[in-house]
């Protein structure tokens, strides 16, 4: 598995207790630059724009990563702090409700080291961190209100 590293950090660095902020700038033709206050960005735009995210990409990505994130303490307390591990998401919308109607989680870990009763104990711990704390997945199963209000200049 690959080596990960950090996003690079910017100049203006916010607190962490400061509120976050997230908007969407229009950066091109179908194409938006995401930011946050912290100086992350990602690129999103129609399917096939080389280096970037659909924004239903970005979707089942912060699925996957909320996974991988409620689940890390737990794991890393067993495996350490150096285990590989990947979250692969898929799942395929429904054109014509523009939804995806089921998205499906494979989370690949390496427990050959441990014995068999070790590693349920390990998976049933993991998942119900996920099921405790992963708010994307939660939210996702919930369900949730989306507001929408236009600011116009006139």
Request: charged share 25%; with cysteine; hydrophobic share 35%.
């Amino acid at each position: 598995m690959s080596e990960q590293t950090a996003a690079p950090q910017h100049a203006t660095t916010t607190p962490s207790d400061a509120p976050v902020e997230l908007w969407a700038e229009r950066t091109g033709i179908r194409a938006y630059t995401g930011r946050n206050n912290r100086g992350g960005e990602v690129l999103i735009a129609s399917a096939g724009v080389p280096g970037a995210f659909t924004p239903g990409e970005l979707l089942k990505i912060a699925l996957a990563g909320c996974t991988g994130l409620s689940s890390d303490f737990t794991l890393a307390r067993k495996l350490g702090d150096g285990f590989d591990a990947t979250v692969r998401v898929s799942g395929d919308a429904d054109r014509e409700n523009e939804t995806y109607p089921e998205l499906n989680e494979t989370f690949e870990l390496d427990l050959s080291e441990l014995d068999e009763a070790t590693r349920e104990r390990l998976l049933v711990a993991a998942q119900r961190s996920i099921d405790r704390v992963c708010t994307v997945g939660r939210t996702l199963k919930a369900g949730t209100k989306v507001n929408l209000t236009f600011r116009v200049d006139e």
